[in-house]
């Protein structure tokens, strides 16, 4: 208990030393600055469990099959998934989580985050293994989503809508939310689920960064200054944010269509 409260103070004081509130009218936890936001983030995750690791590695593994001439993934990467599938389909779920889906009506979309780490709503929301497997689930049916299965979109909007209300501190749920709004052709959903992933997101990777321009690009085209304004205020350094900039403003002059999908790190 000493280790984890040295480090929950570890990571407040870091906040108050790094802290800025984004000038972006496109951040959405003001007035909290944004270290504040990314160490709670930060330490509301744990892990991922074996499941989840599996999920991220066949969703890669079958990512753009559906394009006109692709490879197809092989029938090992099949049956994986639906062992995977299966095995998730059939533990029990979460309380909170079966209740909404049982619920008639749509979950409220208003975002609450703990005011500081370690209070109510910081341990309603954190990470834990019931959670991720619900996320594994999900990523499943992305994965399905991704080789045209029928009904598999709806079934990975109806879970990453639940998944983004319950915890919507998980910056990864918000950029697969991004690209299967994108890929449903609503643009300010998406965007707003790009801008919530980049800003919770503790450590931006380039391709983190260069995903949220994409998503830019698809929906706020005429925005450049402001979506460069957002790269400039989330990226680690000056060096990043320059070099995402230079490569991602060419999407906003182009009337080129360009296809990037959000990844699990920026080593993927």
């Known amino acids: ?3 984890l409260a040295s480090a929950i103070s570890f990571l407040v004081i870091a906040a108050c030393l790094r802290g800025a509130v984004p000038k972006s009218p496109y951040y959405p936890f003001a007035p909290a600055d944004l270290e504040k936001i990314r160490a709670i983030s930060r330490a509301e995750s ?6 989840l690791t599996l999920a991220w590695e066949l969703y890669g593994k079958v990512q753009g099959s559906w394009k006109p001439g692709a490879p197809k993934p092989s029938k090992e990467v099949i049956l994986q998934l639906d062992e995977l599938k ?3 389909e059939s533990a029990p779920k979460p309380q909170w989580f079966q209740d909404a889906l049982n619920s008639s009506s ?5 975002v609450t985050l703990p005011k500081r780490i370690g209070d109510d709503v910081f341990f309603d929301e954190a990470d834990s293994p019931a959670y991720q497997s619900q996320k594994a689930l999900t990523i499943v049916y992305l994965a399905e989503h991704e080789i045209d299965r029928p009904d598999a979109v709806d079934k990975a909007g109806r879970y990453l809508t639940l998944l983004s209300v ?12 991004a690209r299967l709004l994108s890929d449903a052709e609503l643009p300010d959903p998406s965007f707003h689920a790009a801008v919530m992933s980049i800003y919770l997101n503790p450590s ?13 690009a698809c929906s706020k085209k005429d925005q450049w200054d402001e979506i ?3 790269i400039d205020e989330t990226a680690p350094d000056e060096r990043t944010a320059k070099q995402v900039s230079e490569k991602a403003k060419r999407m906003f ?13 920026g080593s993927q």
């Open 228 to 230: 460069r304004r957002i």
């Open 204 to 216: 931006p990777a380039i391709g983190d960064l260069e995903f949220f321009a994409f998503i830019g």
């Open 106 to 110: 749509a979950p409220s979309g208003q």
């Open 86 to 88: 299966s095995k998730l």
């Open 253 to 265: 002059k182009s009337k080129a269509k360009f296809q990037i999908v959000p990844p699990k790190n």
């Open 1 to 3: 208990m000493k280790i």
């Open 46 to 51: 744990i892990p991922d469990a074996p499941d």
């Open 166 to 177: 319950k915890h919507p501190w998980d910056w990864e749920v918000h950029a697969l939310y």
